[in-house]
C-alpha cells in the first residue's frame, strides 16, 4: 500500500500569510494526487487534482506542485475562509490512501 | 443542483449489520465511479471502497474485506455500502463520493468531485 505522509501536521498562520504543506509518497505516483479542504462539520472539497490542477471554482490563490513522491500545496495569501483542514490523497493504485492532514490554524 | 444524501446510520451492536445508502441527483450516476471514505470522530479521512460506473471493478480497503459490501443501482441513481461484523473501529461518519475522471493526450486523472454530507455509524456495546 502507498502511504503519505503530511507535514506539518498543525500550523499555525496569520491572514495574508503564505503557507506550504508537503506531502510525501512511500513510492512514485506520477501526479496522481489530489489536494482537499475540509472544515468542521463538512465534507471534504477537492482543491486540486492531477498534482498541480486547480479545481474549476477554487481560488487562484491555492496551488499544487510535485510528481513522483514529493508534492506540495501552497496557499499564497492566506485567508479568514481557509482555516481547515487539508488533506492528500494519492489516486494512483488501491487501496487509495489519504495523508494524516495538516490543520491550519489562526496564529 | 449535485446532490448526494446518505442514509442508514445508527447505532448498532458489535458484530451487528447496517446497510448505507446515497441517492444521487443532478448528475449522470451512471457514468461516475463511486466510493465509500469514512472518517472516525477526531481523525482523519479513510478511503473505504469504490465501484466501478457498471459495478464490474469493485475495491477495498484491507480493513473492510470481507465484511462490507459495495453496490450500485443505476436505474434508481443510488450506491449502498452492506456493513457486517462491525468492529468498534468501524465507529465513523461514512461519506459517499463520486469520482470524475479528467483526461488529457497522455493521461486520465481521478478526482472526487462530489460529496454527500455523511452519516455517522456508531458500534457500541
Do not use: H
Not at chain 1, 502507498?2 to 506520477?30: E, H, K, N
Not at chain 1, 490542477?53 to 513522483?68: A, C, K
Not at chain 2, 465509500?36 to 482523519?44: E, L, S, T
Not at chain 2, 474485506?65 to 457486517?84: E, H, P, V, W
Amino acid at each position: 500500500d502507498i502511504q503519505l505522509t503530511q507535514s506539518p501536521s498543525f500550523l499555525s498562520a496569520s491572514v495574508g500569510d503564505r503557507v506550504t504543506i508537503t506531502c510525501r509518497a512511500s513510492q512514485g505516483i506520477s501526479s496522481y494526487l489530489a489536494w482537499y479542504q475540509q472544515k468542521p462539520g463538512k465534507a471534504p472539497k477537492v482543491l486540486i487534482y492531477a498534482a498541480s490542477t486547480l479545481q474549476s471554482g477554487v481560488p487562484s490563490r491555492f496551488s499544487g506542485s510535485g510528481s513522483g513522491t514529493e508534492f506540495t500545496l501552497t496557499i499564497s495569501s492566506l485567508q479568514p475562509e481557509d482555516f481547515a483542514t487539508y488533506y492528500c490523497q494519492q489516486l494512483d493504485s488501491y487501496p487509495l490512501t489519504f495523508g494524516g492532514g495538516t490543520k491550519v490554524e489562526i496564529k | 443542483e449535485v446532490q448526494l444524501v446518505e442514509s442508514g446510520g445508527g447505532l448498532v451492536k458489535p458484530g451487528g449489520s447496517l446497510r448505507l445508502s446515497c441517492a444521487a441527483s443532478g448528475f449522470t450516476f451512471s457514468s461516475y465511479t463511486m466510493n465509500w471514505v469514512r472518517q472516525a470522530p477526531g481523525k482523519g479521512l479513510e478511503w473505504v471502497s469504490s465501484i466501478s460506473s457498471s459495478g464490474a471493478y469493485i475495491y477495498y480497503a484491507d480493513s473492510v474485506m470481507g465484511r462490507f459490501t459495495i453496490s450500485r443501482d443505476n436505474a434508481k441513481n443510488s450506491l449502498y455500502l452492506q456493513m457486517d461484523s462491525l468492529r468498534a473501529e468501524d465507529t465513523a461518519v461514512y461519506y459517499c463520493a463520486g469520482e470524475r475522471r479528467d483526461c488529457n493526450s497522455a493521461n486520465c486523472y481521478s478526482i472526487f468531485d462530489y460529496w454527500g454530507q455523511g452519516t455517522l455509524v456508531t458500534v457500541s456495546s
